[in-house]
Nanobody, 119 residues
């Protein structure tokens, strides 16, 4: 099982980035996908989530209207489009896959990608 994030980097305030998370080794289309982020000295927090078939999304209030989560089940990939970035968006962004199998929660995490918003 692998979740590999990419697309992070350094961007100026007001700029945009698109993160990708490529999944392999499990039935991607059966898993809800989400993006979490963790800033230095802070707890990891849910940023955006999308259901297994992409019919529903949810966002943290701090990113609503600026970030968009989407998925392509044919490519086993989930995306996070981040616009109007702010310095407070600086964090390591993690991809998470989750589903319930036989009453138990299965969760996989990626290794994270650094996003730095700074002038």
């Amino acid at each position: 099982v692998q979740l590999v994030e990419s697309g992070g980097g350094l961007v100026q305030p007001g700029g945009s980035l698109r993160l990708s998370c490529a999944a392999s080794g499990f039935m991607f289309s059966s898993y809800a996908m989400s993006w979490y982020r963790q800033a230095p000295g802070k707890e990891r927090e849910l940023t955006a989530a999308i259901t297994s078939i992409g019919g529903s999304t949810d966002y943290a209030s701090s990113v609503k209207g600026r970030f968009t989560v989407s998925r392509d089940n044919a490519k086993n990939t989930v995306y996070l489009q981040m616009n109007s970035l702010k310095p407070e968006d600086t964090a390591v962004y993690y991809c998470r896959a989750a589903t319930v199998v036989g009453g138990s929660l299965n969760v996989y995490w990626g290794q994270g990608t650094q996003v730095t918003v700074s002038s």
